[in-house]
Every structure is written in structure tokens, then in C-alpha cells.
């Protein structure tokens, strides 16, 4: 009996990618990823929302790209030799790329490593976070994606 539910864990688990935004670490489901890109050229798209960058040549493929330190409400991006771009397959948003600090490691958790997340109302970046992930004695933050990407404001 012990087993069947050891397996049922297992079999429940997901894969995140680990990524530094500022000081703390977020989880990004793997299934959403499409490719990790290194910092290139971003041209500007006038008009275009404050935490929106603009796009990005990829292969042919013109990919939009966005900062999830503004939309989240932390200051502007540092770009370093760490910085990358997560290029993200949405449903129904199509690709879109995302900059992050860092790209640390690939972790599994299963679902009692992960444990609700309750939002605080007056932290703006709380809305964007579905649960916290307990890795060895690591804390990572599990980013909803869909609410990072959906803009109340109407994009």
C-alpha cells in the first residue's frame, strides 16, 4: 500500500526550471518552456505597455518579449552575462519571451513538496505566484504564468 502511494507521488511530479528575479528564486513549470535564449537585441514597440520590451528575431519568428521584474513591481532589469530569455509556448497566447536574471537548475517536486500559496493583497507581485516549492533548503516561488501574462489594463 505504502508503495502504490510512493508511486502515485512520483508519477504526480513536475519538473520547474529554477530562475533568480532580483533576490528570490521562481519556479517556471518546464512544460511551458519552449527554449532559453542568451540577452539579445529587444526592438522597442511603440505604445507598447511599460513591462512589455518588445520582440526579438528568433529563427524567423517574431517573439514578444516581456520583463517579469516590472510586471511584478521590482525596479528595471540589470542585464548581465546570467540574464536569459525563457521563451514560453502559451495556449492561447502563442510564444512569448520572458527575462530573467538567472537560470539556475531544473528541479522535481512533488505535490506535498509544494504548499499553497495565500496572496497578500498588498504585495503586488503575490498575485503572480501559485504556491511555494520545498526543494533540499531551498524556497522557490511557482510562478502562474497566465496571470503574469494577462493584463487587467487590456493589452
Known sequence: MADNKLLMTEADAKQYIVVKIGNEQYGIDISY????????????????QSY???IINLRGEVVPVMTIRVRMGLDMDEFTNDTRIIILKMEEHGKLGVIVDQVKEVVTLTPNEIDPYIPDTRDEKSAFIKGIGKHSDQLISLLELNSIIEDKEAI
Open 52 to 54: 512589455f520590451k518588445g
Open 33 to 48: 518552456i519552449d527554449n532559453i535564449v542568451r540577452m539579445q537585441k529587444i526592438t522597442r514597440v511603440p505604445k507598447a
